[in-house]
């Protein structure tokens, strides 16, 4: 929920709802078409059953001090692709119009999409409706080839996309962070072929202060989501993402992508011209992010892994 106060002093309250009162859906009638009448509050309830019918769907309403809808709209999954959206029925009272209500309820939708793993939120417009079409433009949308979205009936209109990009930050990985080290390194310790190694043993790695290595942790707010480490960092050019551990659950939220953009720009700063990654032949995901994100395949030969078995693996290297 997101509390709004605008320049008369109006606290604007943005909520977001699956499932909409009977209340709800009547103030929503109210404030589209001036009616309760039971036929066009009806449409409101066809909205929701057919979405959580045939995929899903949520929706984001703005009330005001009185508790009056003076906005809506609404949110609808692709039965196609979980990880694409839609967003319409954006209304706003022409009496709180110009207060940038219907973006922080795009804002708010866009927010909880992205905890949800959601990559794309699509809207299609009247091609003729320049209002609307800037609106979009100013809150990030970019204008698409038209494509089809379920069985909506819109072709003609203009239709826009926006990437829904998860905000990260990242902090150094020191003797405090230990205990999300040591979960990570646990949680996958059969992918990374790894040997137990229990927390005091991790808080003693990271309490040296060793100039070849840094360990970071990529965090969504106060929470700890990956551990990052770069090594090599004692070489001339090219330095080495030694480790890359994303938790159990948020993984394919976007969250490696990251974390090897942050790794490269961090090689970038100090100097280095090249990234170097190693990863056994078996760790398809990990092999998927890293020709993802540009790497190309250098070596494939023996390795040793950490809890002492020879195995297969691969190297991979990106020149900047």
């Given amino acids: 929920m997101l509390k709004e106060q605008n320049s008369d002093k109006d606290i604007i309250i943005i909520s977001i709802s699956d499932f909409l009162t009977n209340e709800l859906a009547q103030k ?24 959580k019918y045939l995929s899903d769907c949520f929706n ?5 001090a009185a508790d009056d809808v003076i906005g809506w709209l609404y949110c609808l999954k692709s039965q196609e692709n979980p990880k694409l959206w839609y967003y319409g029925n954006l209304f706003i009272s022409p009496n709180y119009r110009k207060l940038k209500i219907g973006t922080k309820m795009v804002e708010a939708a866009q927010k909880k999409l992205i905890e949800q793993g959601a990559e794309v939120l699509r809207c299609y417009v009247d091609s003729l409706d320049t209002v609307s ?11 698409k080839p038209y494509e089809n979205f379920n069985s909506f009936l819109n072709k ?14 990242v902090i ?6 230990a205990i999300f080290v040591y979960m990570f390194y646990t949680q996958n310790i059969d992918a990374l072929h790894g040997k137990e190694i229990p927390l005091s043993e991790w808080k003693k790695i990271l309490e040296k202060d060793d100039p070849d ?3 970071f942790l990529i965090c969504r707010g106060v929470i700890p989501l990956a551990w990052l480490r770069i090594n090599g960092l004692l070489n001339n050019d090219m330095a080495w993402i030694s480790m890359l551990i994303v938790t159990n659950i948020r993984q394919h939220q976007g969250i490696g992508t990251f974390a090897v953009r942050f790794a490269e720009d961090y090689a970038k700063s100090k100097g280095f011209i090249k990234m170097g990654i190693h990863t056994t032949d078996d760790n398809i995901p990990a092999q998927n992010l ?4 540009g790497y190309t395949i250098t070596e494939y030969g023996n390795c040793t892994t950490g809890d002492g078995v020879g195995r297969k693996g691969y190297t991979f290297e990106k020149v900047f």
């Fill in 60 to 64: 984001v309403v703005a009330t005001n």
């Fill in 133 to 143: 079409i800037h609106f979009q433009k100013s809150i990030g949308f970019k204008e």
């Fill in 156 to 169: 003609g209109n203009s239709m826009f996309e926006l990437i829904l990009t998860p905000q990260f930050e």
């Fill in 172 to 177: 150094p990985a020191t003797i405090n962070e």
């Fill in 290 to 293: 890293y020709k993802k994100c």
């Fill in 28 to 51: 929503i009638s109210l404030l589209q078409w001036h009616t309760y009448n039971p036929k066009y509050v009806n449409k409101i309830k066809e909205f929701i059953y057919e979405g």
């Fill in 213 to 215: 290595e840094q360990n």
